[in-house]
């Protein structure tokens, strides 16, 4: 067999990925004897493609999943999807649009068909892109938010939390999308910071004794007010509690009442007070019985009496406003910079309404989640995200948890329509246990996606049901994830499986950044600035990409380009080209084990090297540093190896020495599949065909992931042989500061500062890598003219002659001779100036003495070295 003359990942991948599957690779058995080892993948949306994120984030996944695998795990990376019922409901919503249709016409039954169908055209998509990266996940195990298996356990986990009083309905104050016209957790709020308006509106006294002013960021509300705040301890009020008001533009009376959440340095320190549309109001209406007055429908309108009815919200604001100041009730506006919170999904702004629906009591199931962390049974990598979560759980609120949408897990909450009693069953009860009416109408909201996501790390492996996967593969081992869905996810698979299972679901989260673009901002659709993998992928091969990527990705947002992955792309080739180079000389050489060969100096040198690398690379692996760990591979591969040792070998598979050539062919070829199996993780379709060439019949995705050996340490030799080659390094820094060719080669006289043993043996690497035609040890320096380098323990001596053609160097020097006086004159020039040396800084006159010394001494130096040559 044959390698191609160049690397082509077109020719190989696809095929590659066919043989994983048909082969079973990807599948983790629960009876094989090995220790369990499991990652679950972070479900993506049906609706969604590959982008830039996704490659990361499996990327990471996949090598530490075939890291394991190869030292020995049954290692589970468990595949799935996400329904994601706003994003998916929204496509399909659209979809019908464009065929003159709309959900309500349709009705529950036949959109939810159109879902499924929907789901069963596109939902796949991701998954075939997700092949193409490489993703070993073990596909035997695919799972779907929203398959009969998972739909169980989200009905099992709601039963019993409604048993324990942990989920309740009632009427609070919630996110309201009008755009997707349904509740929205915290979590799925964004607050953007953006420049508004503070508007000071004046609201008569009924008593005719004047006005308190107050400062709202959202005046249209005002048609909700229930009273005015002040703060207790503010003396410009204190008269004033007790008083009523006039609700301008309204015929209402509302009261002034005295609460402590009152800012007094905010706006006048009077707030207008509606419970009905404002979380911290609704607070403040609760503690002083004040009515709640939504005064806004599902769709951001205005549903008040009134002038206003019927005008959307922003419009009903410019409105409102020109009244107020028409009626000489509107004092001033200020500009004001505001978080305004918007929905996640359609990125339109939210509005706080007063609503009947699901939560989830927080503070019992938040404390225990917190504490998986604070105690250390759950790590973070980067540990500074573990600041992200406890924040968010040491200020949790109750979690809304219906959605007002038909594509999603339905609420099994069933309500008589005899008696209204409300029942949470699996299915729908036969008989009301209150009336024993029959007849009984299903809750029609679905829950959050996140409900069921949070349920991912123990309803994928078969939970409620004792299953071989759960009771083997879990708690799961490393969860590695993005960090805007750290509470989003995070925090709510913790408190559930800690709940559920009474055991955390992960040990360890491994956060990983952000791909940005070439200028550092985050890609978007808006910016078009989006990079799409799979172009990438079909231009330079997974691995080129699996490549670039994981350079300094743990943690850290990365800036990303096309021109990286062409940039990285010669490392992958450097390792075809070298394996191909040693392919090529394995034609009828007889290979020994390492043990039983007579190694050269050289080859204790890269396997000491190679013993090292295999060390360090596996300490970062399990620390999660995959950027550092791909980096210590990289240098030892691209330097040690193909830069160093390859060279060094030369001379014994040259020497025409049979055992001598099989022994350098054995080091190589253990070296080489070492270096493979400590890439394969990163790069994994390159280094399995690669592999096949060295091990037919083999699979590297299974081969035993290189250990650290004590035998193969060999400390003295490794320092010499580091010592030579800092001797060489120093030649060739000569040579190339002089300009010779490479091609040039030259005789090469060493004259060792002590003990010359170490350097005799080295003489063939000194000769070969020093570009030398012969390397002699001598004494004293030759009798002729030399370059004189100095390096470590000895002096090397290069005939200039040899070197360089000395018409062609003499006309070089007194080039540079020229330049040198010009720039020198230039400086003692403006140093006899008076108009010059009065005038300028000290710092500056100080730079030109620095040149007058820097020009004269090269002069000197460029004049000597002419003089060399005559």
């Known amino acids: 067999m044959e390698m191609d003359k160049s690397y082509n990942p077109k020719s190989f991948e696809e095929r590659i990925y066919s043989e994983w599957e048909r082969g079973g690779y990807f599948s983790a058995d629960t009876h094989s004897g090995k220790k369990p080892y499991c990652i679950v993948i972070p479900p993506p949306n049906i609706t969604g493609s590959l982008h830039m994120g996704h490659a990361l984030n499996h990327t990471i996944q996949d090598a530490l999943i075939r890291f394991k695998r190869m030292q020995g795990y049954s290692a589970l990376w468990l595949p799935g999807t996400d329904h994601a019922s706003i994003a998916t409901e929204v496509k399909i919503v659209e979809k019908l649009r464009a065929e003159g249709l709309s959900k309500e016409r349709l009705g529950r039954e036949e959109f939810l068909k159109r879902a499924w169908e929907w789901k069963d055209a596109y939902g796949g998509r991701i998954i075939g892109q997700m092949k193409k990266l490489g993703d070993s996940c073990d ?124 800012d007094k340095a905010f706006g006048t320190g009077a707030v207008k007070i509606t419970p009905a549309h404002d979380p911290n109001d609704f607070e403040v209406g609760a503690r002083h019985g004040l009515p709640g007055i939504r005064i806004m429908d599902d769709g951001g309108v205005i549903n008040a009496s009134g002038k206003y009815f019927g005008m959307e919200r922003f419009a009903a604001r410019k409105s409102i406003v020109a009244d107020l100041a028409e009626a000489g009730l509107l004092v001033k506006i200020e500009p004001h910079t505001n978080n305004v919170g918007h929905c996640y999904r359609c990125h339109k702004v939210i509005e706080p309404i007063v609503s009947e629906q699901w939560f989830v009591k927080m503070e019992s199931l938040a404390a225990p989640a917190a504490t998986a962390v604070t105690n250390g049974d759950v790590r973070f990598t980067p540990g500074r995200f573990s600041k992200i979560y406890l924040h968010w759980l040491n200020h949790i609120r109750d979690w809304c948890i219906s959605r007002q949408l038909w594509w999603g897990h339905r609420i099994p909450a069933y309500y008589c329509a005899d008696c209204g009693e409300t029942v949470v069953a699996a299915d729908r009860p036969c008989k009301c246990p209150k009336c024993g009416g029959a007849r009984f109408e299903q809750d029609g909201d679905v829950l959050d996606t996140w409900f069921s996501s949070a349920l991912w790390p123990f309803s994928t492996l078969g939970y409620p049901d004792e299953t071989e996967d759960i009771k083997f593969f879990f708690p799961t ?80 947002d990365m800036r990303f380009s096309a021109e990286k ?266 140093l006899s100036n008076p108009g010059f040396t009065q005038k300028a800084p000290a710092a500056l006159l100080e730079e030109e003495r620095a040149k007058v010394t820097k020009y004269t001494e090269l002069l000197q130096k460029l004049n000597t070295e002419i003089e060399k040559l005559k």
């Open 139 to 262: 596909w035997d195990r695919l799972a779907f938010t929203m398959d009969d298996r998972l739909s169980r356990a989200v009905k099992d986990v709601f039963i019993k939390l409604y048993g324990k009083g942990l989920i309740y309905k009632g009427s609070r104050i919630i996110n309201w999308c009008p755009e997707c016209k349904t509740a929205l957790s915290d979590a799925e709020v964004d607050h953007i910071t953006k420049d508004g308006s503070l508007w000071h509106i004046k609201y008569p006294l009924t008593d005719g004794g004047g006005f308190v002013t107050v400062a709202t960021t959202r005046p249209e509300t005002m048609l909700g007010d229930t009273a005015v705040a002040v703060n207790p301890d503010d003396k410009r009020y204190q008269k004033l509690i007790g008083k009523t008001l006039n609700l301008p533009l309204t015929d209402r009376i509302i009261p002034v009442i005295a609460d402590g959440y009152v």
């Open 565 to 830: 992955v062409e940039l990285d792309r010669p490392f992958i080739n450097k390792i075809w080209n070298a394996s191909r180079y040693v392919l090529t000389n394995l034609e009828g050489a007889e290979l020994s084990p390492i043990e039983e060969l007579k190694l050269t100096r050289g080859d204790k040198w890269i396997l000491h090297k190679l013993n090292d690398t295999v060390k360090r690379v596996t300490r970062l692996m399990e620390k999660f540093e995959l950027g550092k760990a791909l980096d210590a591979v990289y240098s030892f591969a691209w330097q040690d190896f193909c830069d160093w040792y390859i060279e060094m070998s030369k001379p014994s598979l040259y020497a025409g020495d049979k055992a001598v050539k099989n022994a350098a062919l054995s080091v190589l070829s253990y070296v080489l599949k070492d270096v493979l199996k400590l890439l394969h993780p990163f790069i994994p379709f390159v280094t399995e065909e690669i592999y096949s060439y060295f091990a037919v019949g083999e699979k590297i995705i299974t081969a035993a992931y290189p250990v650290y050996r004590a035998d193969l340490r060999f400390t003295k030799d490794c320092k010499q042989i580091n010592t030579v080659l800092e001797i060489i390094r120093q030649i060739r820094a000569e040579r190339l500061g002089r300009g010779v060719p490479q091609s040039k080669r030259t005789n090469l006289y060493i004259c060792p500062a002590g003990n010359a043993k170490v350097l005799e043996s080295a003489l063939p690497y000194i000769e070969k890598l020093g570009m030398g035609i012969s390397a002699t040890i001598v004494k004293t320096k030759p009798d002729m003219q030399v370059v004189t380098v100095i390096a470590p323990y000895c002096e090397v001596y290069l005939p200039l002659g040899e070197l360089v053609d000395k018409d062609k160097e003499t006309a070089r020097l007194k080039k540079e001779v020229e330049t040198a006086e010009a720039e020198l004159k230039r400086a003692v020039g403006k």
């Open 477 to 556: 081992n490393t969860l590695v994830t993005a960090q805007d869905i750290i509470f989003f996810w995070v925090a709510r698979m913790i408190f559930s499986s800690l709940e559920f299972t009474g055991e955390i679901p992960f040990k360890d989260i491994v956060i990983n950044g952000i791909v940005r673009d070439a200028q550092g901002r985050k890609m978007s659709k808006s910016l078009g600035n989006g990079i799409d993998p799979l172009e990438l992928i079909d231009a330079y091969g997974a691995d080129a990409l699996r490549f670039s990527l994981l350079f300094g990705s743990m943690g850290k």
